[in-house]
């Protein structure tokens, strides 16, 4: 069975930093596509930020310039590098991977809080 499980999550005051990361672990062959979706109160789960397994990388407007997507393939890990926050980014964070565990399957980890105060 294969679990992400997210840490790094925190209250911070605008304009500060935050860095959140994301494990996998469990049996499987590969890890492809790994990224980051917000969900804030009252809203719809919404796209932060995704990294193939090339280390292409793509981001949302909302967060391009201030967040930086990275992975640790030898830890099975990945980032989110969030610089210059705002009261708009507080949401509970969701990391999710693409995983060949016999074949292709999305995984999501449990969410991560993130309070931006102004």
């Known amino acids: 069975q294969v679990q992400l499980v997210e840490s790094g999550g925190g209250l911070v005051q605008a304009g500060g930093s935050l860095r959140l990361s994301c494990v996998a672990s469990?049996?499987?062959?590969?890890?492809?596509?790994m990224g980051w979706y917000r969900e804030a109160p009252g809203k719809q789960r919404d796209f932060v930020a995704r990294?193939?397994?090339?280390?292409?990388?793509n981001y949302a407007d909302s967060v391009k310039d201030r967040f930086t997507i990275s992975r640790d393939n030898a830890k099975n890990t990945v980032y989110l590098q969030m610089n210059s926050l705002k009261p708009e980014d507080t949401a509970v964070y969701y990391c999710?991977?693409?995983?060949?565990?016999?074949?292709?399957?999305?995984?999501w980890g449990q969410g991560t809080q993130v309070t931006v105060s102004s």
């Open positions: 999710y991977a693409i995983i060949n565990s016999g074949s292709d399957r999305r995984y």
């Open positions: 990294i193939s397994s090339s280390d292409w990388t």
């Open positions: 469990g049996s499987f062959f590969s890890i492809n596509t």
